[in-house]
């Protein structure tokens, strides 16, 4: 098992690599909340790989993997019983389209945080994406550059994780 590394100033570590990164636009919370825009402290498992195949090449990687095409959503809603899960579009009920215009999330990580069962409110779509050139901060993500989320998913595998540091 491999544990991925964040810290609160944006170095991600696996191994002897380190990686600068985005985080959330508040920051990191030990106490997430739907919407506050924080990275949540804790450990969360690896679930598994969403990409596009329309822009990228399936990743080496030990990750199980799913393409993600123009119908595909998360539920970020949490009135609907569907709350932090994958969707299909369209939904009747709150949701952020996978299938984006920039390219944040042509790899996205899918993070088990908040989802063994989802807890109304606790956080929603908490994923490791693709950072924006500038790494603007994310809504609560972990974002890394292209090159360097390609040298973690060949890393990465089943059982691994992803660890927030808190304060």
């Not at 990686?19 to 990275?39: M, P, Q, V, Y």
């Not at 999330?105 to 500038?134: C, E, R, T």
Request: aromatic residues 6%; proline residues 8%; negative net charge.
């Amino acid at each position: 098992m491999t544990d991925i590394l964040v810290t609160r100033d944006g170095i991600l570590s696996v191994g002897p690599h380190r990686f600068r990164c985005a985080l959330g636009r508040s920051g990191i919370s030990d106490a997430k909340r739907e919407g506050d825009g924080a990275t949540p402290v804790g450990c969360f498992a690896l679930r598994r790989l969403l990409y596009r195949p329309d822009r990228l090449a399936a990743p080496d990687t030990g990750l199980g993997s799913q393409v993600i095409d123009a119908n595909d959503g998360w539920c970020d809603d949490p009135d609907h019983a569907s709350y932090n899960r994958p969707v299909r579009l369209p939904f009747d009920g709150r949701c952020e389209r996978l299938f984006r215009d920039d390219h944040v999330y042509d790899l996205v990580v899918v993070l088990g945080h908040n989802d063994d069962p989802p807890v109304p409110n606790a956080g929603s779509a908490i994923f490791l994406h693709l950072a924006s050139p500038d790494y603007s901060p994310t809504e609560g993500c972990v974002a890394l550059a292209l090159p360097d989320m390609l040298a973690v998913l060949q890393q990465a595998g089943p059982g691994d994780r992803m660890c927030v540091a808190g304060s």
